[in-house]
């Protein structure tokens, strides 16, 4: 499944650093802006506590866990919306993602300069917003010229529905406020789907701290969470520097021991990772068997077929049924078969809600 999250911010904020603890796929980090020029693509498996413990139960011949997509953007400046520094090919990256994970400097240090000469994150969030506003109110300003033509002459419903999610956008816009921030009804919900705005991307921000604010946070990431407490957006503390260095660590052991004397229970990264499964909507199932035990990721809210066609097409075309398995059932008991003797295992038909965790089989006929 090819969701994404693009990692995004002001140059020299520590998103280069950040990626490269995500992947394997190194991309360049250096003291100077636009050090990643192309975008870098990393796809990173999801830690899931659930994988181990079915594979202890199953024993299997191998173990596949579940990935999400993460893309490093270049560095952004002002003046992005009008084509400035790389903010053509910045927008033109973003848009193609499927939400964001925005990167907030929130360390002092005189050895890492900054573009603006001050550590202000809130300043540089606005920065990055302002640009993406700026993008999105010229998208809803040039369809609302072709809606509104269209309303006058047709007399089309659906022209005048999206002919007022557009006027909400841009009243939220020319406030300097994210298209995120506009309250609308589940039937605008949908129709805004259509325009694809950039400051309508679910959006995480993390705050880039040094080592000795990573549990506690400190002033930078206050005022952080108080700019964004309107936005329904994720905020999420880590010390990028400080993952390099855990990642650079040989053994889980010597990892969980460095972790345990900062005082937390896990890496900032594997927390990320989640958090950026989550923003994308996605869920996971199981298959267990004695060849594999594997999560799949389908949409939250997809039904058994489509869950089906997530490891093949024709599993979804001649979906029959599903045998479903609740997760909490398959570990306290032990074994499919031992579910199937306490009556645990479900037969779900094709209007069945697939929930986090279900342990599947599909019964299919082509």
Not at 66 to 94: Q, R, Y
Not at 300 to 325: C, M, S, W
Request: charge should be negative; charged fraction near 30%; aromatic fraction near 6%.
């Amino acid at each position: 499944m090819a969701l994404q999250c693009g990692i995004v911010g002001l140059p020299n904020v520590g998103k280069s650093t950040l990626f490269n603890c995500l992947s394997n796929a190194k991309a360049q980090s250096a003291n100077f802006p636009f050090c990643t020029i192309e975008p870098n693509v990393g796809v990173i498996t999801v830690p899931d506590h659930r994988l181990v413990q079915l594979e202890k139960l199953v024993n299997p011949q191998r173990v596949v866990p579940t990935t999400v997509e993460i893309v490093d953007i270049a560095g952004l400046v002002k003046g992005a919306s009008k084509g400035e520094g790389l903010g053509n090919k910045f927008l033109a990256n973003i848009r193609e993602t499927d939400a964001i994970i925005h990167v907030l400097r929130c360390f002092e240090d005189e050895n890492v300069t900054h573009v603006d000469g001050t550590i202000d994150p809130v300043r540089d969030k606005d920065v990055i917003d302002m640009e993406l506003q700026l993008k999105d109110l010229e998208t809803v300003e040039s369809r609302i010229s072709k809606t509104e033509k269209m309303a006058k002459t047709s007399k089309d419903p659906d022209a005048k529905r999206l002919l007022d999610v557009l006027l909400k956008y841009k009243d939220a816009l020319e406030s300097g406020k994210s298209a995120r921030v506009v309250e609308l009804s589940d039937q605008e919900k949908q129709i805004a789907k259509e325009l694809y705005l950039l400051t309508n991307k679910p959006i995480m921000y993390v705050c880039n701290v040094d080592e000795s604010a990573v549990v506690s946070g400190n002033q930078h990431v206050a005022a952080v969470k108080e700019a964004v407490k309107n936005e329904n957006a994720r905020v999420l503390v880590i010390a990028a520097q400080t993952e390099a260095e855990i990642a650079e660590l040989e053994t889980f052991e010597e990892r969980q021991m460095f972790l345990e004397d900062l005082g937390l229970k896990e890496s900032g990264v594997s927390k990320l990772i989640r958090l950026a499964y989550e923003l994308l909507e996605l869920k996971t199932f199981f298959t267990a068997g004695e060849k594999e035990v594997r999560a799949w990721t389908f949409p939250a809210g997809a039904l058994a077929p489509q869950a089906a066609g997530v490891i093949h097409t024709d599993f979804e075309k001649g979906f029959i049924r599903a045998e479903v398995i609740k997760y909490n059932d398959f570990t306290n008991l032990g074994s499919e078969q031992a579910c199937k003797e306490a009556g645990k295992i479900h037969v779900e038909g094709k209007e069945y809600e697939v929930q986090d965790g279900d342990v599947m089989h599909f019964r299919f006929n082509v």
